[in-house]
T-cell receptor
Framework: QKEVEQDPGPLSVPEGAIVSLNCTYS??????FMWYRQYSRKGPELLMY????GNKEDGRFTAQVDKSSKYISLFIRDSQPSDSATYLC???????????????FGKGTHLIIQP | DSGVTQTPKHLITATGQRVTLRCSPR?????VYWYQQSLDQGLQFLIQ???????AKGNILERFSAQQFPDLHSELNLSSLELGDSALYFC???????????FGPGTRLTVL
């Protein structure tokens, strides 16, 4: 079982729709959660960063974390063709003695917003 | 623009060769991370440096090594290159281990 599971898609929706992207993780030691957007062969761009269960909103984006079910989501409202990209969820373990490893990524979901 | 710079953008080399990838972190960031992205494996963490010292290791091969210099820029050295090493290599930086990581534009390595 992979540590972070993410449906690769592609997910195709019409412009203006609400998009829901999801990841599940297996290790309860993961405590910090991120969503990145990656355009083709470019560097990942950080969209959301959160460390607690619940919702965090930033503009058209809402990140949701449910640590009890090990489930994280990203919602995009009023989707635009420019939102077409690959969306990567990522998480990181924090250790009791301090420090952390690098990010563990899902494989990414390819999102297509149709004009 | 994340503020993280990487050079070169593209690198084409032959099997058995050695290459060096360079990364400059965002101003004020002390941590540098290296990641490899291939089509089949996705984004994989290789190694982290914090203020000049190695802090964490991921799936880094023994043929690969890295270092972080006093001015905080970092270099990733890849030696005895194989066809399977062809990938995108990203550098990311953050203030510390728990802060957000910001990625550079990447170096595309092609091994022929």
């Amino acid at each position: 079982q992979k540590e972070v599971e993410q449906d690769p898609g592609p997910l195709s929706v019409p412009e203006g729709a609400i998009v829901s992207l999801n990841c599940t993780y297996s290790n309860s030691a993961f405590q910090y959660f991120m969503w990145y957007r990656q355009y083709s062969r470019k560097g990942p761009e950080l969209l959301m960063y959160t460390y607690s269960s619940g919702n965090k909103e930033d503009g058209r984006f809402t990140a949701q974390v449910d640590k009890s079910s090990k489930y994280i989501s990203l919602f995009i409202r009023d989707s635009q063709p420019s939102d077409s990209a690959t969306y990567l969820c990522a998480t990181i373990i924090s250790y009791s003695g301090g420090g952390a490893d690098g990010l563990t990524f899902g494989k990414g979901t390819h999102l297509i917003i149709q004009p | 623009d994340s503020g993280v710079t990487q050079t070169p953008k593209h690198l084409i080399t032959a099997t058995g060769q050695r290459v060096t990838l360079r990364c400059s972190p965002r101003s004020g960031d002390l941590s540098v991370y290296w990641y490899q992205q291939s089509l089949d494996q996705g984004l994989q963490f290789l190694i982290q440096y914090y203020n000049g010292e190695e802090r964490a290791k991921g799936n880094i091969l023994e043929r690969f090594s890295a270092q972080q210099f006093p001015d905080l820029h970092s270099e990733l050295n890849l030696s005895s290159l194989e066809l399977g090493d062809s990938a995108l290599y990203f550098c990311a930086s953050s203030m510390s281990s728990y802060n957000e990581q910001f990625f550079g534009p990447g170096t595309r390595l092609t091994v022929l």
